[in-house]
């Protein structure tokens, strides 16, 4: 039996898992992200994590083909240029991991990576092209065209985040402009819209009981029940989400738009609210690109290493 | 020496021309687009010229390896849904046209194939992907990575110009949209502007003397020279879309950005009114995509038409 290792690298923890070379996985786990000193122990981590693996299941090095790995910044050509999560600058993950583990090494920027396994086993590819976001602390993305990653001159392709979607936002963005689409539609954006509301107004909700220990979720489930406060902030978040998903499939014009990350899943709650700005924004190309939740959750990331390990 | 035909097919004209298979343009020539009759003998008219031309030059049909077109719609697998310009519905443009005139027929979108000629014989590949977009009556636009057309699930790739870049609009879009790209970035967009401004001031302009008859080209006339009210419909104009060209590197991340198009004659002018909004989208991605006009002026899309047709 051959075998293949994915990885997804995150800055909290460390995904991973073994996969036949049919695609069945028979075995993930995780470990924690050291970022302690500029997280330099990070990739001698996973190369002891992954060889400790295969002794525990009695597999020998010779029996793996290859190791994917997704990484929470932009690359290009195996080397990302700075993962503020990791602590990292500039690393040559391909050359640096593969020689700490003696396997062929392919990587790839997380998003992307997830996106892949979205396109491959979330979707069994019945989607020909997809855009594949996530929305979580941040907003990520990914293109997939075709089993291929559209990654981009310099590695952001997909990376829809701070695309500019309001032009009358006065509060600043990490990035240090205003109106990114990450202020609205990320976790961490809805819950700033919720804070702002609630701040705003004197409207009874449930969310005053959370204080300012308010999560996206606690928005989420206090909208499903009603909560005035709560709608609107999930209102206007999925509102600029469906603007902003339209005006990009005027770019990439996928089949489909895939949604995942912590936010989703809300699953067709979610769908259902982005969906009146999305097809209000398709009228001219059409409404045949598809919305829908991602199947995988948070091992997105370790079947697209893997697929990103074996296409080649 | 064997030969191949590049055709761009418009609504007013039709731009044709002859190849050797290297590349070398031998002729160009034009013929009236008939538009009568849903645009019936448009197809036939087009093998007719390309029959008559070949005659005329002492060519046999057996030089000719293939024809390559560019048609104004959204295509798929060679056939084109709806050209409202031509008044076609669904029409075959791949089988049509190559069982009228003998000759293997590769078809896509114009802005597609306009995209690939600036990409191949303008920039001469010196780009690897690019985005290029045609500012004329509408706003169209190509993408291109490493040689190949993305076209997009339904045609629309790079069809940016019903992206939403403004949500405070009152005047509606031909789309039935309000806020669209083309209301502000299209020759008809900046005239749009000009008789707004015009109307909304008593600035004294040199535009009031054009009264209603007042054109995009007698915009960037004035705005040259210093008019207040050209430059401010020139600097709104130019504005939207720098930052609306960041937002589309968000998603695809060109090395390029190439600017056509009638409205792109004004050259470095143009690229200077939009790079300071474009520089700013574009603080979180790196500065790293340029911006140039485009180099192959209307001729773009016979070359594209060329290498589609022998790119194969």
Same mark, same amino acid.
């Given at each position: 039996?051959?075998?293949?290792?994915?990885?997804?690298?995150?800055?909290?923890?460390?995904?991973?898992?073994?996969?036949?070379?049919?695609?069945?996985?028979?075995?993930?786990?995780?470990?924690?992200?050291? *970022?302690?000193?500029?997280?330099?122990?990070?990739?001698?981590?996973?190369?002891?994590?992954?060889?400790?693996?295969?002794?525990?299941?009695?597999?020998?090095?010779?029996?793996?083909?290859?190791?994917?790995?997704?990484?929470?910044?932009?690359?290009?050509?195996?080397?990302?240029?700075?993962?503020?999560?990791?602590?990292?600058?500039?690393?040559?993950?391909?050359? &640096?991991?593969?020689?700490?583990? +003696?396997?062929?090494?392919?990587?790839?920027?997380?998003?992307?990576?997830?996106?892949?396994?979205?396109?491959? #086993?979330?979707?069994?590819?019945?989607?020909?092209?997809?855009?594949?976001?996530?929305?979580?602390?941040?907003?990520?993305?990914?293109?997939?065209? &075709? /089993?291929?990653?559209?990654?981009?001159?310099?590695?952001?392709? /997909?990376?829809?985040?701070?695309? *500019?979607?309001?032009?009358?936002?006065?509060?600043?963005?990490?990035? +240090?402009?205003? +109106?990114?689409?990450? %202020?609205?539609?990320? #976790?961490?954006?809805?819950?700033?819209? #919720?804070?702002?509301?609630?701040?705003?107004?004197?409207?009874?909700?449930?969310? !005053?009981?959370?204080?300012?220990?308010?999560?996206?979720?606690?928005?989420?489930?206090?909208?499903?029940?009603?909560? &005035?406060?709560?709608?609107?902030?999930?209102?206007?978040?999925?509102?600029?989400?469906?603007?902003?998903?339209?005006?990009?499939?005027?770019?990439?014009?996928? &089949? $489909?738009?895939?949604?995942?990350?912590?936010?989703?899943?809300? /699953?067709?709650?979610?769908?259902?609210?982005?969906?009146?700005?999305?097809?209000? /924004?398709?009228?001219?190309?059409?409404? %045949?690109?598809?919305?829908?939740? $991602? !199947?995988? +959750?948070? %091992? $997105?990331?370790?079947?697209?290493?893997?697929?990103? $390990?074996?296409?080649?």
């Amino acid at each position: 039996m051959r075998y293949t290792v994915g990885v997804d690298l995150g800055g909290t923890a460390v995904k991973m898992a073994l996969f036949t070379l049919s695609g069945d996985m028979t075995d993930y786990w995780t470990i924690p992200t050291d *970022r302690t000193n500029n997280g330099e122990n990070i990739l001698t981590d996973i190369a002891r994590s992954v060889s400790v693996k295969l002794t525990l299941m009695g597999i020998d090095k010779k029996q793996v083909t290859s190791l994917g790995i997704g990484i929470p910044g932009a690359m290009k050509r195996g080397v990302v240029d700075k993962c503020i999560n990791l602590g990292w600058g500039s690393v040559n993950v391909v050359s &640096e991991l593969s020689t700490l583990c +003696g396997l062929k090494v392919y990587a790839d920027n997380d998003a992307n990576v997830a996106a892949l396994g979205e396109y491959k #086993a979330g979707f069994n590819e019945s989607y020909k092209s997809i855009l594949m976001i996530t929305l979580g602390t941040g907003v990520g993305g990914g293109l997939i065209e &075709e /089993g291929r990653i559209i990654s981009g001159h310099t590695g952001y392709g /997909g990376e829809i985040g701070h695309m *500019r979607v309001r032009y009358d936002e006065t509060e600043v963005c990490k990035c +240090g402009k205003c +109106g990114c689409l990450e %202020q609205y539609a990320s #976790a961490t954006g809805i819950r700033r819209l #919720a804070l702002k509301y609630l701040s705003e107004s004197d409207t009874k909700s449930a969310l !005053r009981l959370y204080a300012d220990d308010i999560t996206c979720k606690d928005v989420f489930d206090e909208a499903i029940k009603g909560d &005035e406060i709560a709608l609107k902030s999930v209102d206007t978040s999925m509102n600029i989400l469906g603007h902003a998903l339209a005006n990009i499939c005027h770019v990439f014009n996928p &089949e $489909a738009v895939i949604i995942g990350g912590g936010v989703a899943k809300s /699953g067709d709650f979610l769908i259902e609210k982005i969906k009146p700005a999305f097809d209000k /924004g398709m009228i001219y190309i059409g409404g %045949q690109t598809s919305l829908a939740p $991602a !199947r995988l +959750g948070e %091992q $997105a990331g370790v079947y697209g290493a893997y697929h990103l $390990a074996t296409s080649h």
